[in-house]
């Protein structure tokens, strides 16, 4: 069982920065496969935002991300960053982290509790 605890959500004003973070742990030895932030805004299903490939660090994104977010990873830390720039209130969500983990040849889905990210004035 991997467990992951997300923080670095809140309030912040339209065009303003905040930056997630999502630390991966577990009591038994694991590897990550990827890591991954989704959001759900209210009303509205949950939508993948950006993923990065541990090994090798390969990152993808939403189109309505590209350019302003940035997702990034601290290998000895088990731990991924989401660094949002420019934001908009459409951003407006709870941001969850995802991770595809295991060992040998057994890897699952974890997800995190989720932060709440509000883009307002």
């Known amino acids: 069982q991997v467990q992951l605890v997300e923080s670095g959500g809140g309030l912040v004003q339209p065009g303003g920065s905040l930056r997630l973070s999502c630390a991966a742990s577990?009591?038994?030895?694991?590897?990550?496969?990827?890591m991954a932030w989704y959001r759900q805004a209210p009303g509205k299903q949950r939508e993948f935002v950006a993923a990065?490939?541990?090994?090798?660090?390969?990152?993808n994104y939403a189109g309505s991300v590209k350019g302003r977010f940035t997702i990034s990873r601290a290998n000895a830390k088990n731990t991924v960053y989401l660094q949002m720039n420019s934001l908009k209130s459409e951003d407006t969500a709870v941001y969850y982290c995802?991770?595809?983990?295991?060992?040998?040849?057994?890897?699952?889905?974890?997800w995190g509790q989720g932060t709440q990210v509000t883009v307002s004035s």
């Open positions: 995802k991770s595809n983990s295991g060992s040998g040849s057994n890897y699952s889905d974890y």
């Open positions: 577990s009591g038994s030895i694991f590897s990550i496969y990827t």
């Open positions: 990065i490939w541990w090994s090798g660090g390969m990152t």
